[in-house]
């Protein structure tokens, strides 16, 4: 991975930060540090970011609320996102997985660790960058949906012919949706599909499910509250429709 990549470590303990951006920093990484979530996405507005290291605990904006705000821009879906934080409880991985992070690391954490997931997820948006930049060939196993079209083989995703950038449990979602289009899907296949998770129940399905439909949604084209393409039917799941 080039060594210009630059790191947004986000934390609210000051010897965390200099540990993390002396090690970074000896790697050959560019790492800007931030105090609060609202400090770093001021500072991702004016700086090209790779990727994202926060905590979860921290006031005002907590690391939860920090991801969820991020995967509302289009133009930073694409940078990966990891938690290195004290939050241990099995809920809590879960929480931020089904969020839409990219990894979830709990402190303390052994420095070639921390080192082989930042290597490992950079070298994955890369692929992914070269993989969305490459000519579209209609593949012979295409799903398409109204306005919305899918390469299952290759990991690639259009809306209105225009590139979509979404995370693997994003693809996942969509892919079931668009492959049974108009079918109400119930929230404990999705989850089981998405996060390789068998739900206790349908209220605990519902609450893993639900914030990966809401970032896809959006990418997909929702304002504010609405459904966009993908319907929720109460009591029943989620489906896909073409409009």
Request: net charge negative; charged share 25%.
């Amino acid at each position: 991975m080039t060594d210009t990549a630059t790191i947004l470590v986000v934390d609210d303990q000051a010897d965390h930060l200099s540990a993390i951006e002396m090690l970074l920093v000896g790697f050959g990484y560019r790492v800007i540090l931030c105090a609060s979530g609202t400090m770093a996405l001021q500072r991702l507005e004016e700086e090209s970011i790779d990727l994202i290291l926060a905590d979860v605990a921290m006031p005002q904006m907590n690391g939860y609320q920090l991801l969820e705000a991020v995967r509302r821009q289009p133009r930073w879906a694409t940078v990966p996102f990891i938690f290195v934080t004290a939050r241990a409880l099995d809920s809590d991985v879960r929480y931020g997985k089904a969020l839409g992070a990219d990894d979830y690391l709990t402190k303390p954490i052994q420095p070639e660790d921390l080192l082989a997931v930042v290597e490992g997820k950079l070298r994955r948006r890369e692929q992914l960058a070269q993989a969305t930049a490459l000519p579209a060939a209609p593949p012979p196993n295409e799903i398409r949906v109204g306005r919305v079209r899918l390469d299952p083989g290759h990991h690639r995703a259009w809306l209105d012919d225009l590139p979509l950038a979404l995370s693997v449990k994003e693809f996942v979602l969509l892919e079931q949706l668009a492959g049974q289009a108009g079918v109400v899907l119930p929230a404990r296949a999705l989850v089981q599909a998405t996060h390789g998770l068998v739900a206790g129940d349908a209220d605990e399905a519902r609450e893993l499910i639900r914030p990966l439909v809401r970032s896809l949604r959006q990418k997909l084209g929702a304002s504010g509250e609405g459904p966009g393409l993908i319907e929720t039917v109460r009591g029943l799941g989620y489906r896909l429709v073409e409009d």
